[in-house]
């Protein structure tokens, strides 16, 4: 068994490649002047390959099915530690494209098994027929056990994945709750706790424009003593972490299921662990 290491994953592709023993493949990637992609594994004799890829941008996609197809006739194992396009879960408007049902039909017509971690939603999981997912909530909250923090939700929707956070860390937890004051004026609050003087962390399982946690801590800060944002996977897009340490955001940190500086955890044991 090889495993190869998309482009989107190198440091991650390495470190499970390390936690499991399964030596890389050597593999090569270009880019054509004109955006095509070109993919040639060089090493193809074995039977049995693991191929790690984050699908945080289309390239992700196209380098992903090109490998695929490059082992047309083996056994493959799909990793993809963030499974982007998973937000469009459903068709929210009539005529709308089920994102994450093409992408699923796609990839598990090559691949015997998907691996993920922490995939947007339970719907966007349904889609999916040989999906393993993989949670890394319990490491968010390893990181910050021993410390007096209490962990937010950003919505009470999210509050299952942030409890399993915070008993891994043994802290409080709450999520905030919208009420509307005026036409002008929304309040974001907290819906049992009182965090005043306390060290908050604002838990996501992906921060993307970086507004969904900047709106909270931007209601928080008067309150709390300072807040941090933890997530699964760090898209970061744009100009983001900007953003989030321009609104007072102390601290970001995420998972390597993107490779981003804010990286500070990996998930390569528990992805080893299901491989
Ligand atoms: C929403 O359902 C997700 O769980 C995240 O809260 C959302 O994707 C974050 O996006 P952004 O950083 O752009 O607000």
Redesign the pocket.
Known sequence: MKLIVGPSSPLLGKRISDASGIPIAETTYRKFPDGEIYVRVEDAKDDEFVVVNSLNSNDDLVFTLLVLDALSGKEVTLVIPYMGYA?QDRAFLDGEAVSIRAIARLLESYASKVVTVNI?SEEAKGHFRKMVEVDAMGLIGEHYRGEDVVMLS?DR??LERVRRAAESAGCDFDYLEKTRIDAETVEIRPKNLDVSGRKVIIV??????????VTAAKQLKGDAESVEAACVHAVL?GN?LNRLYSSGISRVIATDTVERQVSVLSVARLIAGVL
């Open positions: 937000r947007h950003p929707g999210s996501d399982d992906i921060i993307s424009t970086g507004g969904t946690v897009a983001a």
